[in-house]
């Protein structure tokens, strides 16, 4: 083999293309690897120009450059191949002159530099990422919020990151995303740009949805041809609080830009600017702070020193610290020294000295409220203060000192009372008047409605009158009114109410009441005393009267007020019409009362055995979420001739003979029974049952034989509230406090029912295991803004809350109710709004579907 030949097999065994040209350009020679590379045979090769290989290529240019090749030197060039089917490749060129055939010839050596090319390409955009990365950082450093930061990064992805085009899209409105910030190549076309966040066919893969939702980034490295010169784009979520904040969006011209190590970089690019934007919030937060305490020191010291009302700080052990002019004013003292060695104890009037102290240990222990107090200052001036106060604390939490505002109401006391007695009272005898009557009387029809109880009216007209009036002057008439007023009023109980109606009218409200033996009792002695002398004045000597009393009960006679008042008033002239200083009752319901006792007294004996009850149950809402996991069982009689029977009705009557233990206990069964049902529905369901006191004191009824049936429906206490009424407690032996606690024990829940119309206080409240207020419809029924009942239901709600206890607003029938109720706190609420009593299988249906 010659030298020749063994050079040709070197140059057809070598890793790179080899052609040889003259200095025109025309090829006269090529290696199988230059026509791989260039998908030419040999044979097509020698008959081609560089012309039609080279990308760009200048002939004039590359003339000078080969001539200037010296014999046997090599120069480096680079250029551009095209292929045969059009497709380009970089290439370095080492081309050699040399001698061949008598004419100067170069050699060329080509390499494929594109996967090189491409390596020191990623390189430098990694390097420039870590700038980008290095330039995020620092500015993280010295900015104090987001809003110079999001642009900054989409313009750090572009300028340093290598990337095309950037933005930073935010949820601006529901379920879309649209750019907050952008920067590079075609974001113009990003100004209206809007991507849903629901779910539709086209978003739901989008990479930047994909991130929002993931929290992870979304990567596609070959985009379709839809999306023009972009062909990789990376999604990169940015979190605030655990929560996806905003989307990075990055685009690239190149197929497969997005490898492992620049998804890290943006990664941690994303993550960097999330970390910052915590810190950003957590500044914010305690910049807030300070700014808060700072302005909260500024504004107590403005006050205490120009505030128009009194300003006092106080020590927790009671010492004045200090008092503004205006408060010092008030005490009617000339300096701060002389207010700290009275003490302000010292001017508070007595009868609200304890209510002071309570207060202030209250303040004392973190709590804030207002309080109304009388003081006398210095000279003997008297004044109503409304006092707000609330605690000052050390940085460790704990209270140093008091802080109290204070502004007289002196006047507004003055004007508020007596408009209101004016409005409610009478101005002679100081007894209710009519307008008070009838708010008062018809407050104890709903309230004997609910615990079936009777109310009795009396209307009392004074015999004569008008003949003492018209003889002795109407001086002496009023006399005589305002002395008969004060012998009524000692006639009857606290709890009972005289009202004058007008002229020589008054009438009595017996509340309450369980039967009507007593009420013949209370009428005579009220007669006797009117009937005593009246002795007026000594000049007019002793003078007599006498008086006509009808007497009506609710429910017997009459549901509604204006019945009642008709009864009473048609009552009062039988007596006047039987000869006066006499009595009657409402003839026709007292002739009925008696027969339709007795006739449903032996109905009811038979009720259980043929199994007449039936049970109705009431949702009781939660008023914040509008859900139902509550209800309350409530009893029916399924009268064979009489029809639905209220409970009203024949309760009382089942208390009065001790049938109520049987009744109760069926009821109890019934309920649970239910309960079971429906806490296998939803758990946690409660069912209420109502408790009568007569159960309470029953020796022979107890809770053990509950729970047995209780445990027989697997029915856990947790699903189970029972019912009692305020009076319960009020009377509470050892034995109701043992059984309350033996609900407890078994995790059955107590409510009191119609809170707010019985006689219990904070102190009773507090002693027994109670988990609800229920607060009475008549509160509710009448229930407007800023009126009494308002604010009354709102007392309720707090004192209920900071006893830990959840309140429930009974008798709610429009929205407007549930609207203030809710906004006071309340927890549930029940009534017409939502539902009247139901049958269970109605009531399952509706709750449960």
Same mark, same amino acid.
């Given at each position: 083999?010659?030298?020749?030949?063994?050079f040709?097999?070197?140059?057809e065994?070598a890793?790179?293309a080899?052609f040889?040209h003259?200095l025109?350009?025309?090829?006269?020679?090529?290696?199988r690897?230059a026509?791989a590379?260039l998908?030419? @045979?040999?044979?097509?090769?020698?008959?081609m120009?560089?012309?039609d290989?080279?990308?760009?290529y200048?002939l004039?240019?590359a003339v000078?450059l080969?001539a200037?090749?010296?014999?046997?030197?090599?120069?480096?060039?680079?250029g551009?191949?095209?292929?045969?089917d059009?497709?380009?490749?970089p290439?370095?060129?080492?081309a050699?002159?040399i001698?061949?055939?008598?004419?100067k010839?170069?050699f060329?050596?080509?390499?494929?530099?594109?996967?090189?090319?491409l /390596? +020191?390409?990623r390189?430098?955009?990694?390097?420039k990422l870590?700038?980008?990365?290095?330039e995020?950082?620092?500015?993280?450093?010295? %900015? /104090?919020?987001?809003?110079?930061?999001?642009?900054?990064?989409?313009?750090m992805a572009v300028?340093?990151?290598?990337m095309?085009?950037a933005?930073?899209?935010?949820e $601006?409105?529901a379920?879309?995303?649209?750019p907050v910030?952008?920067?590079?190549?075609?974001?113009?076309t990003?100004r209206?740009?809007?991507?849903?966040?629901d779910?539709?066919p086209?978003?739901?893969?989008?990479? @930047?949805?994909m991130?929002?939702h993931?929290?992870?980034?979304a990567?596609? !490295?070959?985009?379709?041809p839809?999306?023009?010169?972009?062909?990789?784009?990376?999604?990169?979520?940015?979190?605030?609080? =655990?929560?996806?904040y905003a989307?990075?969006?990055?685009y690239? *011209?190149e197929? &497969?830009a997005f490898?492992?190590t620049i998804t890290?970089?943006f990664?941690?690019?994303?993550?960097?600017?999330?970390?910052?934007l915590?810190?950003?919030?957590?500044?914010?937060s305690?910049?807030?702070?300070s700014?808060t305490?700072?302005?909260?020191?500024?504004?107590?010291k403005?006050i205490?020193?120009?505030?128009p009302e009194c300003?006092k700080?106080v020590?927790?052990?009671?010492?004045?610290?200090h008092m503004?002019?205006?408060?010092l004013?008030?005490?009617?003292?000339?300096?701060?020294?002389?207010a700290q060695?009275s003490?302000l104890?010292?001017?508070?009037?007595p009868k609200h000295?304890g209510?002071?102290?309570?207060?202030?240990?209250?303040?004392c222990?973190?709590?804030s =409220?207002t309080?109304?107090?009388s003081l006398?200052?210095?000279? #003997?001036t008297?004044r109503w203060?409304e006092?707000?106060?609330t605690?000052?604390?050390?940085?460790k939490?704990?209270?140093?000192a008091l802080?109290?505002?204070a502004?007289?109401?002196?006047?507004?006391?003055?004007t508020?009372?007596?408009?209101?007695?004016?409005a409610?009272?009478?101005?002679?005898?100081?007894?209710?008047n009519r307008?008070?009557f009838?708010?008062?009387?018809?407050?104890?029809?709903?309230?004997?409605a609910?615990?079936?109880?009777?109310?009795?009216?009396?209307?009392?007209?004074?015999?004569?009158f008008?003949e003492?009036?018209?003889t002795?002057?109407h001086q002496?008439g009023?006399?005589l009114?305002?002395?008969?007023?004060?012998?009524?009023?000692?006639?009857? $109980?606290?709890?009972? @109410?005289?009202?004058?109606?007008?002229?020589d009218?008054?009438?009595?409200?017996?509340?309450q009441l369980?039967g009507?033996?007593?009420?013949?009792?209370i009428?005579q002695v009220?007669? *006797?005393?009117?009937?005593?002398?009246?002795m007026?004045?000594?000049d007019k000597g002793q003078?007599?009267?006498?008086a006509?009393?009808?007497i009506?009960?609710?429910?017997?006679?009459?549901?509604?007020? +204006?019945?009642?008042i008709?009864?009473?008033?048609?009552? %009062?002239?039988?007596?006047k !019409?039987?000869?006066?200083?006499?009595y009657?009752?409402?003839t026709?319901?007292?002739?009925?009362?008696?027969q339709?006792?007795?006739?449903?007294?032996?109905d009811l $004996? %038979?009720a259980?055995?043929k199994?007449?009850?039936?049970m109705?149950f009431?949702?009781?809402?939660d008023l914040?979420?509008? $859900?139902i996991?509550?209800?309350?069982?409530l009893?029916?009689?399924k009268?064979?001739?009489?029809?639905?029977?209220s409970p009203t009705?024949?309760?009382?009557?089942?208390?009065?003979t001790?049938?109520i233990?049987?009744?109760g206990d069926w009821?109890?069964r019934?309920?649970?029974?239910?309960a079971?049902?429906?806490?296998?529905?939803?758990?946690?369901f409660k069912v209420?049952?109502? %408790?009568?006191?007569?159960q309470?004191?029953?020796k022979?009824? &107890?809770?053990?034989?509950w729970?047995d049936?209780m445990?027989t429906?697997?029915?856990?206490?947790?699903?189970? /509230?029972i +019912?009692? @009424?305020?009076g319960?407690?009020?009377d509470?032996?050892?034995?109701?406090?043992l059984?309350l !606690?033996?609900?407890r024990?078994?995790?059955i829940e107590?409510?009191?029912d119609d809170?707010?119309t019985g006689?219990?206080?904070?102190?009773?409240?507090?002693?027994?295991?109670?988990?609800?207020l229920?607060?009475?419809q008549?509160? /509710?029924?009448d229930?407007?803004?800023g009126?009494?009942h308002?604010?009354?239901?709102?007392?309720?709600?707090?004192?209920?809350?900071?006893? #830990?206890l959840?309140v429930?607003a009974?008798?709610i029938?429009t929205?407007?109710?549930?609207d203030?109720?809710?906004?006071? &706190?309340?927890?549930f609420g029940?009534?017409?709004?939502?539902a009247?009593p139901?049958?269970p299988a109605?009531?399952? !249906?509706?709750?449960f579907g």
């Amino acid at each position: 083999m010659t030298g020749s030949d063994k050079f040709r097999v070197f140059l057809e065994q070598a890793p790179d293309a080899f052609f040889a040209h003259d200095l025109q350009g025309r090829i006269t020679d090529a290696n199988r690897n230059a026509c791989a590379s260039l998908g030419y @045979t040999a044979q097509e090769l020698l008959g081609m120009s560089l012309l039609d290989i080279e990308q760009d290529y200048d002939l004039a240019s590359a003339v000078r450059l080969w001539a200037g090749i010296e014999l046997g030197k090599t120069v480096l060039i680079t250029g551009t191949h095209r292929r045969r089917d059009g497709t380009t490749f970089p290439v370095e060129i080492h081309a050699t002159g040399i001698m061949q055939d008598g004419q100067k010839t170069i050699f060329a050596l080509v390499r494929n530099v594109s996967s090189r090319l491409l /390596v +020191e390409e990623r390189l430098e955009r990694q390097s420039k990422l870590y700038k980008a990365l290095s330039e995020v950082n620092q500015a993280i450093v010295r %900015m /104090v919020d987001e809003k110079g930061l999001l642009p900054l990064v989409c313009r750090m992805a572009v300028e340093f990151g290598g990337m095309k085009l950037a933005w930073i899209g935010q949820e $601006r409105s529901a379920k879309t995303i649209s750019p907050v910030a952008s920067h590079g190549a075609g974001q113009e076309t990003l100004r209206n740009s809007v991507i849903s966040t629901d779910g539709l066919p086209f978003e739901a893969t989008h990479p @930047t949805v994909m991130a929002w939702h993931s929290q992870e980034a979304a990567i596609v !490295n070959a985009m379709n041809p839809e999306a023009g010169s972009w062909k990789s784009m990376g999604a990169f979520p940015i979190l605030r609080k =655990g929560k996806t904040y905003a989307v990075l969006t990055v685009y690239h *011209d190149e197929t &497969g830009a997005f490898d492992e190590t620049i998804t890290r970089l943006f990664n941690e690019m994303a993550r960097d600017v999330s970390y910052a934007l915590d810190i950003f919030d957590r500044e914010a937060s305690r910049k807030r702070a300070s700014e808060t305490i700072k302005a909260q020191n500024d504004f107590l010291k403005a006050i205490l020193e120009a505030e128009p009302e009194c300003v006092k700080v106080v020590s927790p052990a009671g010492k004045l610290i200090h008092m503004n002019p205006a408060g010092l004013a008030m005490l009617e003292v000339s300096s701060l020294r002389e207010a700290q060695k009275s003490g302000l104890e010292e001017f508070i009037e007595p009868k609200h000295l304890g209510a002071f102290r309570e207060f202030h240990r209250s303040i004392c222990a973190g709590g804030s =409220g207002t309080m109304e107090f009388s003081l006398v200052g210095k000279r #003997g001036t008297q004044r109503w203060l409304e006092t707000h106060a609330t605690p000052l604390r050390n940085a460790k939490g704990e209270v140093t000192a008091l802080l109290g505002v204070a502004r007289d109401i002196t006047e507004k006391k003055r004007t508020g009372e007596l408009i209101w007695r004016q409005a409610n009272f009478d101005q002679l005898t100081e007894l209710p008047n009519r307008n008070m009557f009838y708010d008062l009387l018809n407050h104890e029809i709903r309230r004997a409605a609910r615990d079936g109880a009777i109310v009795c009216v009396l209307f009392i007209d004074l015999d004569h009158f008008k003949e003492v009036n018209d003889t002795m002057g109407h001086q002496a008439g009023d006399l005589l009114l305002m002395e008969a007023a004060s012998r009524i009023v000692s006639c009857v $109980r606290k709890s009972d @109410t005289v009202a004058r109606l007008g002229g020589d009218e008054f009438t009595v409200i017996l509340p309450q009441l369980r039967g009507t033996d007593h009420v013949e009792k209370i009428v005579q002695v009220i007669l *006797d005393r009117l009937a005593d002398p009246f002795m007026l004045s000594e000049d007019k000597g002793q003078i007599y009267i006498s008086a006509s009393i009808g007497i009506t009960m609710y429910p017997m006679d009459a549901n509604d007020i +204006e019945s009642l008042i008709s009864n009473a008033d048609q009552a %009062m002239y039988a007596a006047k !019409n039987g000869g006066r200083n006499r009595y009657s009752f409402f003839t026709h319901a007292l002739q009925e009362r008696t027969q339709s006792r007795l006739r449903l007294l032996n109905d009811l $004996r %038979m009720a259980l055995k043929k199994d007449q009850f039936v049970m109705h149950f009431q949702p009781v809402v939660d008023l914040a979420t509008g $859900r139902i996991n509550k209800a309350e069982s409530l009893i029916r009689w399924k009268h064979p001739e009489r029809g639905i029977v209220s409970p009203t009705e024949f309760i009382p009557l089942a208390e009065e003979t001790g049938l109520i233990v049987e009744i109760g206990d069926w009821a109890f069964r019934e309920a649970s029974r239910w309960a079971s049902r429906w806490a296998n529905k939803q758990p946690g369901f409660k069912v209420s049952v109502n %408790m009568s006191p007569v159960q309470f004191h029953d020796k022979v009824s &107890g809770l053990g034989s509950w729970l047995d049936y209780m445990r027989t429906l697997n029915l856990s206490g947790k699903n189970i /509230v029972i +019912e009692i @009424t305020e009076g319960l407690l009020l009377d509470a032996n050892p034995t109701v406090n043992l059984q309350l !606690n033996d609900f407890r024990d078994a995790e059955i829940e107590v409510a009191i029912d119609d809170f707010g119309t019985g006689y219990s206080s904070l102190s009773y409240i507090n002693r027994f295991p109670i988990d609800y207020l229920k607060i009475d419809q008549s509160f /509710v029924h009448d229930l407007v803004s800023g009126s009494q009942h308002h604010a009354l239901s709102k007392a309720i709600i707090v004192m209920g809350h900071e006893l #830990g206890l959840r309140v429930i607003a009974e008798g709610i029938e429009t929205a407007g109710q549930r609207d203030l109720l809710l906004r006071a &706190g309340c927890d549930f609420g029940q009534g017409y709004l939502f539902a009247h009593p139901i049958p269970p299988a109605a009531f399952e !249906n509706r709750v449960f579907g």
